[in-house]
């Protein structure tokens, strides 16, 4: 852990980890290494750079606990979303809360093939529980998509709970704010999306999917490339989707995306998610001591098995603007949106950016009109 920690070497004021995680010193090392080779020309180099995807999906299996067969790389989470998307026929249940990738993803799918039904739900607090879901099934429900940690509260959703309420149903989810830094019942779900561009920090590109058994037999491989067979490259002829999660692909990976997720994961595996687990919501513990001690309020559960890297915080109307510039003024990184501010720390957010987060908070306090 100390070895991974070192590996933040980013200057201090960070805390948007949730919209984009600078790139590891095992990534940045890598790209560099790869694009030499494949500047060689020579077969062998470029044959060693494409080994990448084999480890890149493997190691993605190892984090998951599956089967690296069951996983196919994508160029981001929405591309692999709308591999399961436009793949479902009848009743979607989706929150209209959700990221665009789901809600998007979700309507250009039904008004395209017209064999998928919306079921928007509309949470209260735009949390996905057991409660909202069972309340929201149908007989026509054959789906529920959902982000596992959501973009705006950063409330973390139970899995094997979700499972239990929809029983035989289709789950989906939308993994990008959980993937590599919490642990989950992968395998109550169906079909899992991620990108490593947060916080697993390979950047851009480094997209995954994994479909498991059910998603095999339910989900039609509608967007299916001639990458997406099995064999050989399909010229003269136009062969069947390959019926394992090779379907849901429709070209070839980009090696050197699939070498930074490679780059990226190695220490993830080696140090545990179970471990970054911990040391992330000590992180996100400090960030609610403090607001609390300046009085701002947080909507994020308190709970640390619901959340993961997200805390957000709620001022009053009349204070959004002012809290953001005071976060600014202290150069601070963080989301402003919609009256919302998102902090998002990582596990290596050192001591002087939480220092610098008080100190933001401390002047924000100071200058507040009640």
């Given at each position: 852990?100390e070895?991974?920690?070192d590996s933040f070497d980013?200057?201090?004021?960070?805390?948007d980890?949730?919209?984009?995680?600078?790139?590891?010193p095992?990534?940045r090392s890598e790209?560099?290494?790869?694009?030499?080779?494949?500047g060689?020309g020579?077969p062998?180099?470029i044959?060693?750079v494409a080994d990448?995807?084999?480890?890149?999906?493997?190691l993605?299996?190892?984090?998951?606990?599956v089967?690296?067969?069951?996983?196919?790389?994508q160029?981001?989470?929405t591309?692999?979303l709308?591999?399961?998307?436009?793949?479902v026929?009848?009743?979607?249940?989706?929150?209209?809360?959700?990221?665009?990738?789901?809600?998007?993803?979700?309507?250009?799918?039904?008004d395209?093939?017209?064999s998928?039904?919306v079921?928007?739900?509309?949470?209260a607090?735009?949390?996905?529980t057991?409660?909202?879901v069972?309340?929201?099934l149908t007989?026509d429900?054959r789906?529920l998509?959902v982000?596992l940690?959501?973009?705006r509260?950063?409330?973390?959703?139970d899995?094997?709970?979700l499972r239990e309420v929809?029983g035989?149903?289709l789950?989906?989810?939308?993994?990008?704010?959980a993937?590599?830094?919490?642990?989950a019942?992968?395998?109550a779900a169906d079909?899992v999306?991620g990108?490593g561009?947060?916080?697993?920090?390979?950047g851009r590109g480094?997209g995954?999917?994994w479909f498991?058994e059910r998603?095999l037999?339910?989900?039609a491989p509608v967007?299916?490339?001639?990458?997406?067979v099995?064999?050989d490259?399909?010229?003269?002829?136009?062969?069947q989707?390959?019926?394992s999660?090779?379907?849901?692909t429709?070209?070839?990976?980009?090696a050197l995306?699939?070498?930074?997720?490679?780059?990226?994961l190695?220490p993830?595996?080696?140090?545990?998610v179970a471990?970054?687990?911990?040391e992330?919501?000590?992180?996100t513990?400090?960030v609610?001591?403090?607001?609390?001690?300046y009085?701002v309020p947080v909507?994020?559960?308190?709970e640390?098995?619901?959340?993961?890297?997200?805390v957000t915080?709620?001022p009053?109307p009349?204070?959004?603007?002012?809290?953001a510039?005071s976060?600014?003024?202290?150069g601070?990184?963080?989301?402003v949106?919609?009256g919302?501010?998102?902090?998002?720390?990582?596990?290596?957010?050192g001591a002087?950016?939480?220092r610098?987060?008080?100190?933001?908070?401390?002047a924000?306090a100071?200058?507040?009109?009640?």
């Open positions: 852990m070895t991974f920690l980013g200057e201090p004021g960070y805390l980890w949730a919209a984009f995680g600078p790139l590891a095992a990534v790209v560099n290494a790869d694009t030499e080779l494949l060689s020579r062998t180099s044959g060693l990448n995807v084999r480890e890149a999906r493997e993605v299996a190892q984090v998951m606990d089967e690296s067969d069951q996983v196919v790389l160029p981001s989470t591309y692999g709308m591999q399961a998307l436009y793949g026929a009848g009743g979607l249940l989706v929150s209209r809360a959700e990221y665009p990738s789901l809600t998007v993803g979700a309507t250009r799918a039904a395209a093939l017209g998928l039904q079921q928007w739900m509309e949470p607090d735009g949390m996905v057991p409660d909202v069972r309340d929201a007989d429900t789906a998509a982000s940690v959501d973009f509260t950063g409330y973390r959703a899995l094997t709970a929809i035989d149903r789950l989906i989810v939308d993994a990008i704010q993937f590599g830094v919490i642990e019942d992968w395998t079909v999306c990108n561009y947060k916080w697993v920090r390979a480094t995954f999917a498991g998603a037999e339910r989900i967007l299916s490339g001639f990458a997406g099995d064999g490259l399909p010229v003269d002829v136009v062969p989707p390959s019926s999660a090779h379907a849901f429709v070209s070839k990976p980009d995306a699939a070498a930074r997720l490679a780059a990226a190695r993830i595996v080696e140090v545990g471990e970054i687990e911990d992330l919501a000590a992180r513990g400090d609610i001591h403090i607001a609390d001690r009085e909507i994020t559960p308190r640390a098995a619901q959340r993961a890297g997200i915080l709620a009053a009349q204070d959004a603007a002012p809290l510039a976060l600014a003024n202290h601070l990184a963080v989301t949106r919609s919302l501010v998102r902090v998002a720390p990582h596990v290596g957010t002087s950016t939480l610098l987060f008080g100190d933001a908070l401390a924000f100071s200058a507040r009109v009640w």
